[in-house]
Nanobody, 124 residues
Framework: QVQLVESGGGLVQAGGSLRLTCVAS????????MGWFRQAPGKEREFVAV????????YYADSVKGRFTISRDNAKNTVYLQMNSLKPEDTAVYYC?????????????????WGQGTQVTVSS
């Protein structure tokens, strides 16, 4: 049974940092892209970042570019999201997901497995 478990969310003041971790179990995902998405209340789920299977390439939403960094450790079946210079508009539930291909996508429909989400709240 495939399971993704996110952790590291919480309450932080604007300008602060958080590091999200997502551990996958049930199978190895070293040949799959992995991504982070987020969903704020009343809004659709939106793309945040994706990292290709090897870790060599990463892509970000314009809203987080330069502030967030996605990374992965295939030996640990784990993906991370380092979030710096957080803003109140970053407040959302953050989800990690396993892509259906090695290079991934910004579309949530291209992801096969999802975690349960972790809440990130940024106060002004």
């Amino acid at each position: 049974q495939v399971q993704l478990v996110e952790s590291g969310g919480g309450l932080v003041q604007a300008g602060g940092s958080l590091r999200l971790t997502c551990v996958a179990s049930g199978r190895t995902f070293s040949r799959n892209a992995m991504g982070w998405f987020r969903q704020a209340p009343g809004k659709e789920r939106e793309f945040v970042a994706v990292i290709v299977w090897s870790g060599a390439d990463t892509y970000y939403a314009d809203s987080v570019k330069g502030r967030f960094t996605i990374s992965r450790d295939n030996a640990k079946n784990t993906v991370y999201l380092q979030m710096n210079s957080l803003k109140p508009e970053d407040t959302a539930v953050y989800y990690c997901a396993v892509g259906g291909s090695p290079r991934g996508s910004s579309s949530p429909t291209q992801y096969d497995y999802w975690g349960q989400g972790t809440q990130v709240t940024v106060s002004s």
